[in-house]
């Protein structure tokens, strides 16, 4: 008898961490659902219309122009290019899209910054990049790499992650990221550059910084 009580417990748990590990996003029930801006002729899936199957044409899974350099002449130095469900509406629903960034020499960077929704992993096809990432409270980690032409890293879903250039030339590099619509927040535009801002004195004691240079930080994004 007690055998039997035993397997019925671990039979359980198996059960209940079978339910657990499942409990998670559905995979999609159709070949694709390609993503439409109007109501006519579509359903509603993983937060975007999708349009009829039969109407869908290769344009909807296409996307031109990922070779051209872009124009990093900007505050931070760089220029970052999303191939997501919004350029190609085709990956609505399969999890994934691309990012090409451009950095400018000299300390061109991608700014701390999270992806609430996604894994990234990084590929440097020109230059060479410093980057690494921030694991969560208590410990708060830092991983970081001088990634060279060729050089992959992954940044962890929702972790803050960095890229900047240490080289004196233009670096160029290619990322996946595991979500149709990842989603970005740049650390210092959300903190600094909130709408409405955030009260100083919450973050002079947070950051321990004068409430001046708090507002005056506020002015700069």
């Not at 410990?139 to 050089?151: A, I, P």
């Amino acid at each position: 008898m007690k055998g039997v009580q035993n397997f019925l417990v671990v039979f359980s748990l198996l059960i209940l961490g079978v339910t657990l590990a499942s409990a998670s996003d559905p995979s999609p029930l159709q070949d694709f659902c390609v993503a439409l801006n109007s109501s006519k002729h579509a359903v509603f899936v993983n937060g975007k219309l999708c349009k009829d199957p039969k109407l869908a044409t290769a344009d909807d899974f296409f996307f031109s122009g990922l070779d051209k350099p872009r124009n990093t002449s900007n505050a931070v130095g760089s220029k970052v290019t999303p191939v997501n469900v919004d350029q190609i509406p085709g990956l609505n629903t399969l999890g994934i899209s691309l990012v090409r960034i451009d950095y400018a020499p000299n300390g061109g960077q991608n700014p701390p910054h999270t992806h609430p929704r996604a894994t990234e992993i990084l590929v440097v096809t020109k230059g060479t990049l410093y980057v690494g990432f921030v694991t969560s409270n208590p410990d708060n980690r830092l991983f970081t790499k001088v990634l060279k032409t060729g050089d992959v890293f992954v940044f962890p879903v929702g972790l803050i992650h960095f890229q900047f250039n240490i080289g004196k030339t233009n670096a160029i590099a290619f990322a996946g990221l595991s979500s149709q619509n990842p989603g970005v927040i740049t650390i210092a535009n959300a903190v600094f550059g909130s709408n409405p801002a955030i009260n100083s004195e919450v973050l002079a004691k947070a950051f321990k910084l004068d409430k001046k240079m708090v507002e005056y930080l506020q002015t700069q994004f």
